[in-house]
């Protein structure tokens, strides 16, 4: 009988740290936080992430147009249940006799820097995007963003530079069971992430009530807030 040996090679160890920190996929009841997301990015920052100026007023519009149904956002929520960092997965319009391509925006406000959150967001956004068919992932970004060309090189993107601008792609290979495993794996593992978050939440927000001050208790998971 002819053997068939699927080709899921071990995660590295890089990959599994990265597994640990739990990324959510949002819906559009999540939009409020989405913009209060990006409202709290400086102007510097909003540069690197949107490539040009981006006030107050073209945020919202650009969070009002976001279609939850047709892209992929994903986020990582501090112990406030606020999200500190974000993937938007937008899939790029599917061209006859072409593969199918997404681009990748992401953003991390500053307290949560450098601890991998970065990373974790393209990883998730990779693997989602192998898992909905999508061979092709996109960064564009300004050429003097070194913390995400540095992101994107070690992650095995290809980097190209123009004009001032960096266009950073990964070819991706198609799905296999392991990644529709490791995906439903980390979604799991950040819903059950949540709910332990909105206890504390909620049980902090009781006892600040009834001490009348802001109590003490708080989360520390994941060094995240
Ligand atoms: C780019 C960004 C998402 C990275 O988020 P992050 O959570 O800090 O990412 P990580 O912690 O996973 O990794 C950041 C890496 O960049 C490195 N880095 C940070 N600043 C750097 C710099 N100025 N030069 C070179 N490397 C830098 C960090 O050391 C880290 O690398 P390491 O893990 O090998 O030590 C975040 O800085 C951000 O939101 N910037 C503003 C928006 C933006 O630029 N978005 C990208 C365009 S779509």
Redesign the pocket.
């Known amino acids: 009988m002819k053997k068939h040996f699927i080709n899921t090679p071990a995660p590295s160890k890089a990959q599994l740290a990265?597994l640990a920190i739990p990324v959510r996929a949002l819906h559009a009841g999540h939009r409020a936080k989405v913009l209060d997301h990006f409202l709290k990015?400086n102007d510097?920052?909003?540069r690197?992430?949107?490539?040009t100026q981006t006030p107050d007023e073209v945020l919202k519009r650009y969070v009002e147009g976001i279609n939850f149904n047709k892209d992929t956002v994903l986020g990582i929520f501090d112990a406030q249940l606020n999200i500190i960092?974000i993937a938007h997965l937008a899939y790029l319009p599917a061209v006859k006799h072409h593969s199918s391509a997404a681009e990748?925006?992401?953003?991390?406000?500053?307290e949560?820097?450098?601890?991998?959150?970065?990373?974790?967001?393209?990883g998730r956004a990779a693997i989602h995007s192998r898992n909905t068919q999508i061979d092709t992932l996109f960064?564009?970004?300004?050429a003097n963003?070194?913390?995400?060309?540095?992101?994107a090189k070690?992650s095995g993107m290809r980097v190209e530079y123009a004009y001032g601008d960096a266009d950073a792609y990964l070819k991706l290979p198609p799905a296999n069971p392991g990644t529709i495993v490791v995906e439903a794996a980390n979604e799991q593992w950040a819903d059950f992430d949540y709910a332990l978050k909105a206890n504390l939440k909620h049980s902090n927000d009781a006892w600040s009530w009834f001490l009348g001050r802001p109590a003490v208790f708080t989360t520390k998971l994941f060094a995240i807030n």
């Open positions: 990265r990015l510097d920052d909003r690197m992430r949107f490539g960092g990748l925006g992401v953003s991390v406000l500053p949560g820097r450098a601890q991998g959150l970065g990373a974790a967001l393209l960064v564009h970004c300004l963003n070194r913390a995400m060309m540095h992101l070690k």
